[in-house]
């Protein structure tokens, strides 16, 4: 059974940090490409950050390049989002997401359930 469980989530002032995890199970996390995306109250879910298996290649929104990090321990199966100098803007309900396309007639693709991140004073 396969399970994105997402942790880390939470009330923070502007400026301030957090770290996501994304625990998986279920499947061979070493070969999926992760990726968090975040949805907002009205908004449509964006992607925030990702990283490929194999090379770890990162690539961010331009609107959290700088302040946020993405990583993976393929040991733990789990993967991470650290958030610096967050905004109220980044406030969003975030995802974890495991995607592999290992030919062109299959695709396997899960998402977590999401954790609340909520930048507030």
């Known amino acids: 059974q396969v399970q994105l469980v997402e942790s880390g989530g939470g009330l923070v002032q502007p400026g301030g940090s957090l770290r996501l995890s994304c625990a998986a199970s279920?499947?061979?996390?070493?070969?999926?490409?992760m990726s968090w995306y975040r949805q907002a109250p009205g908004k449509e879910r964006e992607l925030v950050a990702s990283?490929?298996?194999?090379?770890?290649?990162?690539n961010y929104a331009d609107s959290v390049k700088g302040r946020f990090t993405i990583s993976r321990d393929n040991a733990q199966n789990t993967l991470y989002l650290q958030m610096n100098s967050l905004k109220p803007e980044d406030t969003a309900v975030y995802f974890c997401?495991?995607?592999?396309?290992?030919?062109?007639?299959?695709?396997?693709?899960?998402w977590g359930q999401g954790t609340q991140v909520t930048v507030s004073s």
């Open positions: 279920g499947f061979t996390f070493s070969t999926y490409a």
């Open positions: 990283i490929t298996s194999g090379l770890s290649l990162r």
């Open positions: 997401r495991a995607r592999r396309v290992p030919s062109a007639d299959r695709e396997y693709d899960y």
